[in-house]
Each structure stands twice: as structure tokens, then as C-alpha cells.
């Protein structure tokens, strides 16, 4: 969802965004319950598969937002190129994390999607501010 949104909020970038999983065996479409939450917002993630994050993907521009400090930490274990890497909270200034809701109800992918829709836009003006986008 995360990727959905970001490139919502930000229709002209150099930025290359991708979303990215940390345990992924074979691509998968998206969750159903992502996929409804994001067209109520009218927003489309129809074409989306995941996709495991790879070592060779990763280079020292690299910046990396995790949703969790658990998912931080497997990062910073297991990419050996991986340097920038924050919850997306921490690098927003804000406290807490964004509860992960896979395996969970429609509710919770909809609180994670306002949870996320606040802190990309804050994102958003962080890099806007930075010059990146």
C-alpha cells in the first residue's frame, strides 16, 4: 500500500519507489483486502506483485522505510548493503510504528492505510524540503 501511496501524492519524481517484502518465496498479487481499501480511496494496485527485496538492489543512495523496528532490524541483519535504513516513523520525526496488517481484518489494513497516508505525506514534504523530489 505504501508504494500506492507515495506515488499518489507524488506524480512527477526521479525517485524510484518500490515496495518491497523481506519474506517473499514466488510473487504474489496484492492482498484483497489492500486492494479494497486502496480502490475506496480510489487509488489501484491491480497490477502489483510482491516482490522479495534483493542485496543487488540496494546501493549506498539507498534509502530503505520499514514499517516496523522488527522489520528495520531484519533489514540491517540481512542486507550487508544496506546503510539508510529506518522505520518510516523515525525518519519523520514521529514516535511508534505502523502496525503490519496482513493476516488481520479490513479494519486494521484501513487504519494501517490512514497511518500511512500521513506519515508518506509528511514524507513527502521532508524530501520535498531536502530537494530529492
Known sequence: MA?????????DSDLEVLSRGLIVLFA???NPKADTVLKSH????????????KN???DEDTLILTMTKRQKES??????NAKSVYTINEYVGES???????????????DSYAQLS???KKLVYKLNEGGSI
Open 56 to 58: 543487488k538492489e540496494i
Open 3 to 11: 508504494e500506492t501511496i507515495f506515488k499518489s501524492m507524488v506524480l
Open 118 to 120: 500521513l506519515l508518506i
Open 42 to 53: 480510489n487509488l489501484d494496485l491491480r497490477d502489483h506483485k510482491s516482490r522479495g527485496l
Open 28 to 30: 504474489e498479487p496484492s
Open 75 to 80: 533489514v540491517l541483519d540481512g542486507y550487508e
Open 96 to 110: 511508534g510504528e505502523v502496525e503490519d496488517p496482513y493476516g488481520g481484518t479490513l479494519i486494521d489494513y484501513e
